[in-house]
């Protein structure tokens, strides 16, 4: 392997190098895919991973994909929504992810070519205004060419998932240098730490990972399904068990509604079309509506003890029967109060027997809940480490900001480990909290030193390990 540089060799000639670095932060996931400049504090592009296919009357024409929020929550004719990711946060169709990938940078993230200051316009003299000429502006747009890449992986990626990135950023898209790190790293780097246990709660997976000393213990790496799709599937096992059933109604589909008094029929006009989108599409508002009670109704039980312990003879549920209720209305006016309900659809996440079943959800195994998790992990790594990584625990995720989640989850840790000092750090700002890895990936991208810890092109056509083993460059 080729040295290192150092501040005193200059780079060679094609060799990416320098201090004065404008690095692309990539960090794709399962809900959504964000995308930036290293060195700021959030990304400027936030799109989702779902994407659309429009099949065309035409059984001749090939079917046209669409990305972005507008494409996809817009109601075309047989517009079906995919997903190229798995639901265990790695992809599966990495010729459309590519593609998502690309439209997250270059819609919202091309800016000018540098050119020599001669040439800029500026000083050309073109009329009485001193107006410049903006000429061939397209060709003038920076392309992923000129960036060096930083991009985000689970801590759990296959080795052949790391080669296929390391050969889309080198050879499709041309980037001078590109780095690949584990989303774990930069959770624990963005907030300050080098050892930690990092917990997330993302859209489709619920992991624990223990970081020490800037390096995954990989033999800690716990993950379940109960994340945020999984509340989402609790909340929608309520409403269909509840007497009479609460029907979901995206709001694509409402024309006009009028006020009703709390849970009577709804009022409303619905809109109809001749050839109506993909029920996948339908699948996809139906979640977003989810999402919102999530946000503002969906609570979790604070403790002490789980929702269904309590002392003489009285659970913590009917406790929280006595606390006030939250109001949600659904977008076709039907609206209600929910009580202790609303503590149950989360509870799951923290016991499984707590959680709403069908015929199609079973009850999930207690292994996977986040207590059982995190006891694995913590039992997973050496016992000198284990304190140290129990007072840095480091929580991130967009489930993570149910609320009362912090809470809960404090009151789980001291329940497991009375002993060591339980200390937790999650950021109060939302954005910190969803976009934390892109935030590592940004502090660590915006340093000087960048181009030593990335690949080139250059060292990897050097490199001795043989093809497809360039992932070994990766640390």
Not at 424 to 433: D, H, K, S, V
């Amino acid at each position: 392997m080729a040295a290192p540089q150092t501040s005193a060799m200059a780079p060679a000639p094609g060799e990416y190098g320098g201090d004065e670095i404008q690095a692309l932060v990539l960090d794709p996931g399962y809900s959504s895919t964000r995308a930036g400049f290293a060195g700021e504090d959030v990304p400027k592009s936030t799109i989702p991973s779902y994407y659309g296919i429009i099949n065309k009357d035409d059984s001749a024409s090939e079917p046209k994909q669409v990305y972005g929020d507008n494409a996809i929550h817009t109601p075309l004719p047989g517009l079906s929504i995919h997903n190229p990711m798995s639901k265990e946060g790695t992809v599966e169709d990495w010729d459309t992810a590519t593609k998502l990938w690309e439209y997250a940078i270059t819609s919202r993230l091309t800016i000018a070519k540098q050119i020599h200051p001669t040439r800029n316009g500026l000083n050309d003299k073109t009329g009485p205004d001193l107006d410049a000429e903006m000429e061939n502006t397209a060709e003038g747009e920076r392309s992923l060419e000129d960036s060096p890449l930083l991009m985000t992986e689970a801590g759990w990626n296959p080795t052949k998932a790391r080669e296929k990135s390391i050969q889309i950023a080198m050879e499709d898209w041309g980037c001078p240098a590109f780095w690949l790190g584990k989303s774990g790293v930069l959770t624990a780097f963005a907030g300050g730490k080098a050892s930690s246990l990092v917990i997330d709660v993302g859209a489709s997976t619920l992991s624990v990972t223990p970081v020490h000393d800037g390096l995954i213990l990989k033999k800690g790496v716990m993950r379940s399904p109960l994340a945020g799709n999984f509340v989402s599937q609790q909340a929608r096992i309520l409403f269909e068990s509840a007497q009479p059933p609460i029907s979901i109604t995206p709001h694509y589909l409402i024309s006009s509604k009028s006020p009703v008094d709390a849970g009577a029929p709804s009022n409303a006009t619905y809109r109809t079309f001749n050839i109506p989108p993909h029920d996948s599409f339908r699948r996809l508002q139906e979640e977003r509506v989810l999402t919102e009670f999530k946000e503002s109704v969906v609570q979790l039980w604070q403790g002490p003890g789980r929702l269904s312990s309590g002392q003489q003879g009285t659970t913590n549920e009917d406790v929280a029967r006595g606390f006030p209720g939250r109001p949600f209305e659904m977008p076709d006016g039907w609206n209600q109060v929910f009580g202790a309900e609303r503590f149950r659809v989360a509870e799951g996440i923290w016991d499984a027997k707590a959680a709403f079943t069908n015929a199609d959800n079973p009850t999930p195994p207690q292994s996977q809940t986040l207590p059982a998790l995190i006891h694995a992990s913590i039992n997973a790594v050496d016992v000198d480490i284990r304190p140290h990584l129990l007072s840095n625990v480091v929580v991130t995720g967009g489930t993570s900001l149910l609320y009362g989640f912090t809470e809960r989850l404090n009151s789980e840790l001291m329940q497991l480990f009375p002993g060591p000092r339980v200390r937790l750090t999650a950021p109060g700002n939302t954005a910190e909290r969803r976009f934390s890895s892109w935030i590592g990936g940004s502090i660590l991208g915006s340093l000087g030193t960048f181009h030593q810890v990335g690949a080139t092109a250059i060292l990897i056509s050097s490199s001795p390990l043989l093809p497809g083993s360039h992932a070994d460059l990766m640390v």
